[in-house]
């Protein structure tokens, strides 16, 4: 039995990293046009572009991996049972239960290097990446600004700009949220222009042929329409934050905990925060799960075609992620528990692949 487990984890050990090179590089080629329109249309060093993209590359392992291990179980056993290695194998009285157990330690190996990533890697490079957008924003605002997306990184305002060439900026609509549930402060201009402030994380907005929103003096709640040709206002790129402040996505779990603690004493709704805890230990066990879809998947289908196994992989992925992304978005709506609702696809998903093992190795 030692002879074939070590067979079996050569054979799945060069395609695993096949897969996982070849998944992230894939993933890596969405962001190129991105970057490449930051660098050759906004000017941003060549030298950010690439940090950036070094930061991308531990942030799509969080998917990458586990659905490499999908498609290396796919690739191996599809070649096996094409091969009739399969027949073989239990033609000698070894039960697939046992082929099984290897492949299981492996998943929960895989498991527990994701949740390392998840609660370390990832968030320390979500913090890099976060960092290094603030820092090229203030020496090239141009880098943040995209044309036809509302744009939320200025303190107190949100931006909505219909066209952007360079540094020069058409149709731009300005919104500044005001407190107390009071309307919404608005300012339109037809052209503007924007420069950074030296040694400051400000930028300063010249507007041109627009109106604004001015609050009335003797009523804060009403506003009244004030026409101008040029005007020009300074607006904060750090959103009134410090760069040591961290998002839920850059917090580890044990930072997390402490937030979810701290919000909860406060009696301040903390669901976003317990959604992306729990989202990091559901997510981690994606390898395992992955691995124990995929053999029966590969046992069944005698499939030995490599680009079609690999395409299989993404295909059976693809709904997990999907479900647990949708969980995400609707844990704040749903009457359950968070804690319950992140962990309902790895639910569905090892409920499946039980099902599905129990009928291969009864058969």
């Not at 900026?169 to 009071?182: A, E, S, T, V």
């Not at 410090?242 to 905990?257: F, H, I, Q, V």
């Not at 992989?313 to 609707?330: D, K, N, R, T, W």
């Not at 599905?356 to 058969?363: H, P, V």
Request: aromatic share 10%; proline share 6%.
């Amino acid at each position: 039995m030692r002879i074939l487990r070590n067979y079996i984890l050569k054979e799945c050990l060069i395609p695993f990293g096949i897969c996982l090179g070849v998944l992230t590089f894939v993933f890596l080629l969405g962001y190129l046009p991105q970057l490449a329109n930051k660098v050759i249309n906004k000017g941003v060093a060549i030298s950010s572009v690439t940090m950036a993209l070094l930061y991308n590359i531990p942030i799509l392992l969080g998917f990458t991996l586990p659905i490499a291990a999908l498609a290396t179980i796919i690739l191996t056993f599809g070649r096996f049972s094409a091969d009739n290695e399969i027949i073989a194998i239990r033609a000698s009285g070894i039960p697939l239960q046992r082929i099984l157990k290897p492949m299981v330690v492996c998943g929960i190996l895989l498991t527990l290097l994701l949740l390392v990533l998840n609660d370390r890697v990832i968030p320390q490079a979500y913090q890099a990446q976060r960092e290094l957008l603030q820092e090229t924003g203030a020496k090239n605002p141009s880098a943040m600004i995209e044309a036809g997306t509302f744009i939320d990184d200025f303190d107190g305002y949100v931006l909505f700009i219909y066209r952007v060439e360079r540094n020069h900026l058409y149709n731009i609509r300005i919104y500044q949220p005001q407190p107390d549930g009071k309307p919404t402060r608005t300012i339109i201009a037809q052209e503007g222009e924007f420069t950074p402030v030296p040694g400051e994380n400000k930028v300063l907005m010249k507007l041109i042929n627009g109106t604004s929103d001015e609050p009335d003096l003797n009523n804060s709640n009403n506003f009244y329409k004030l026409n101008f040709k040029t005007s020009f206002m300074t607006m904060n790129l750090m959103k009134g934050k410090t760069t040591g402040e961290r998002k839920p996505k850059s917090m580890n779990l044990r930072e997390l905990s402490q937030n979810i603690t701290l919000m909860r004493e406060k009696k301040i709704d903390a669901t976003p925060l317990i959604t992306e805890y729990h989202r990091k230990l559901s997510w981690s066990f994606a390898p395992l799960i992955f691995i124990l879809l995929g053999f029966p998947i590969a046992v069944v289908t005698h499939r030995r075609a490599k680009t079609a196994n690999l395409l299989l992989a993404v295909i059976f992925a693809a709904p997990y992620y999907l479900i647990s992304i949708g969980c995400q978005a609707l844990a704040s709506q749903w009457p359950v528990p968070s804690e319950l609702t992140m962990w309902l696809p790895n639910i569905i998903g090892g409920v499946i692949v039980i099902w599905l093992n129990y009928k291969l190795c009864a058969s």
